[in-house]
């Protein structure tokens, strides 16, 4: 059985771990045999929330070499915002008393190619897919006034909207950052080699300040 975290930073150090772990090949697998099953029959305390693009090559758990209870994982096709995924978020910190929120993107992203491509060439998506371009067509024109054009400029910009827009929306989490309670960090995800590189983080003191990538 591992130790739970119990900072945002320990939480962000047990994810970043993992992840290591996950690229080098030697995953550990914790806290997934019958023991763990047992002990979180009558209730769940996982140590961080992540909120994940819906995309089936980035599996949070794998990635990040986590078990059974561990991640309390919302995905959404671009990690796109809602009021469902704002009250699950809140829900994961304020109830489950989770120490992180994490949002993860990750290279070649549908959603964010597709709002590019809206942008760019005015395509549009067909059915409810052109709602989640909607909303993550903001981070594309963010990232054109900024002079960004790379697809890794984009995603970027991407997740760092997505954290901005997370802490401006929801109260709730914005005070618990603030008190030290709760960090909110963004990663970016390598699909080739599975490495998973901090873009930006609030409340954690060893990383208080926004990571802004460069080109």
């Given at each position: 059985?591992?130790?739970?975290?119990?900072?945002?930073?320990?939480?962000?150090?047990?994810?970043?771990?993992?992840?290591?772990?996950?690229?080098?090949?030697?995953?550990?697998?914790?806290?997934?045999?019958?023991?763990?099953?047992?002990?979180?029959a009558p209730a769940q305390k996982p140590f961080a929330v992540l909120l994940g693009c819906s995309d089936s090559r980035l599996a949070a758990?794998?990635?990040?070499?986590?078990?059974?209870?561990?991640?309390?994982?919302?995905?959404?096709?671009?990690?796109?915002?809602?009021?469902?995924?704002?009250?699950?978020?809140?829900?994961?910190?304020?109830?489950?008393?989770?120490?992180?929120?994490?949002?993860?993107?990750?290279?070649?992203?549908?959603?964010?190619?597709?709002?590019?491509?809206?942008?760019?060439?005015?395509?549009?998506?067909?059915g409810y897919v052109r709602d989640v371009v909607e909303r993550v067509t903001p981070s594309v024109l963010a990232a054109r006034a900024a002079?960004?054009?790379?697809?890794?400029?984009?995603?970027?910009?991407?997740?760092?909207?997505?954290?901005?827009?997370?802490l401006d929306r929801s109260r709730v989490l914005a005070d618990q950052v603030a008190s030290g309670h709760t960090g909110v960090v963004g990663?970016?995800?390598?699909?080739?080699?599975?490495?998973?590189?901090?873009?930006?983080?609030?409340?954690?003191?060893?990383?208080?300040?926004?990571?802004?990538?460069?080109?």
């Amino acid at each position: 059985m591992t130790t739970t975290p119990v900072s945002p930073a320990d939480a962000l150090d047990a994810l970043l771990a993992g992840n290591r772990r996950f690229v080098a090949g030697a995953p550990q697998h914790p806290n997934q045999d019958a023991a763990r099953r047992a002990e979180l029959a009558p209730a769940q305390k996982p140590f961080a929330v992540l909120l994940g693009c819906s995309d089936s090559r980035l599996a949070a758990e794998i990635i990040f070499d986590q078990g059974l209870g561990d991640l309390f994982v919302v995905r959404t096709a671009g990690h796109v915002l809602g009021p469902e995924v704002l009250g699950s978020i809140e829900y994961g910190t304020s109830v489950l008393d989770c120490r992180l929120v994490v949002v993860l993107g990750h290279d070649s992203c549908g959603a964010v190619a597709a709002a590019r491509a809206a942008v760019e060439d005015g395509l549009s998506a067909a059915g409810y897919v052109r709602d989640v371009v909607e909303r993550v067509t903001p981070s594309v024109l963010a990232a054109r006034a900024a002079g960004l054009t790379s697809d890794s400029d984009l995603i970027d910009t991407h997740i760092l909207h997505t954290v901005d827009l997370l802490l401006d929306r929801s109260r709730v989490l914005a005070d618990q950052v603030a008190s030290g309670h709760t960090g909110v960090v963004g990663l970016a995800y390598q699909l080739a080699e599975g490495s998973a590189r901090l873009v930006t983080a609030h409340g954690i003191p060893t990383a208080s300040a926004p990571v802004r990538r460069t080109r």
